[in-house]
């Protein structure tokens, strides 16, 4: 399968904690994207990494990517409530088409 | 503008019926995608158009007819339709990519479909 394996595949912290999500892949991407959901709605994107890049920083959210081992991590830093969500790392194996991960559905309790 | 709108929010169908989901972008952006997602699950691609042709269909049964009348609006017609097609139908539109390479996606909040 091309879809992506992430985990946990539930995270439950406190506010002020950080969450770390992982995603794991088989096949060779030209970049990898990760999104955050809400409840039943649209997705929201969060940031691109790309293939030759190996770490990138937006605001609280840190990406890291390692081709070799296939594998890329969504940290979020001094979380929120409002960052409950769920959380998909998506692939980009070519052309327009992306192939999204199990996702992660992060609880931040107050 | 960076919103994509979808409407209806929510439908309900029975197996007989003619419906059709609509998505509007201004954002410029020369690709659109349809993707389906069940419950818990990730979204899925459906169909992808690039500057208004069709360019991909992911193996898509036909009682779901993509349509592009414009580069602004998508249309999903749904026809005969099953209950285990019950899902959020998820419009999203992008800059229209390098061979190799895509943009982010923007997505609309979905059409909630109930198919009885």
């Known amino acids: 399968s091309q879809q992506g394996e992430e985990d946990p595949q539930a995270l439950s912290i406190q506010e002020g904690e950080n969450a770390t999500m992982n995603c794991s892949y088989k096949t060779s991407i030209n970049n990898l994207q990760w999104y955050r959901q809400n409840s039943g709605r649209g997705l929201v994107h969060l940031i691109l990494?790309?293939?030759?890049?190996r770490e990138k920083h937006s605001g609280r959210l840190r990406v890291t990517l390692d081709t070799s081992k296939k594998s890329s991590s969504l940290l979020i830093t001094a979380s929120r409530a409002a960052d409950t969500a769920s959380y998909f790392c998506a692939l980009n194996t070519g052309f327009q088409k992306l192939v999204f991960g199990t996702g992660t559905r992060l609880l931040v309790s107050p | 503008d960076t919103e994509v709108t979808q409407t209806p929010k929510h439908l309900v169908m029975g197996m007989t019926n003619k419906k059709s989901l609509k998505c509007e972008q201004h954002?410029?952006?020369?690709?659109m995608y349809w993707y389906k997602q069940k419950a818990k699950k990730p979204p899925e691609l459906m169909f992808v158009y690039s500057y208004e042709k069709l360019s991909i269909n992911e193996s898509v049964p036909s009682r779901f007819s993509p349509e592009c009348p414009n580069s602004s609006l998508l249309n999903l017609h749904l026809h005969a339709l099953q209950p285990e097609d019950s899902a959020l139908y998820l419009c999203?539109?992008?800059?229209?990519?390098?061979?190799?390479?895509?943009?982010?996606?923007?997505f609309g909040p979905g059409t909630r479909l109930t198919v009885t």
């Open positions: 990494i790309r293939s030759n890049e």
């Open positions: 999203a539109s992008s800059q229209d990519s390098l061979v190799f390479n895509s943009y982010e996606q923007y």
């Open positions: 954002m410029g952006h020369r690709a």
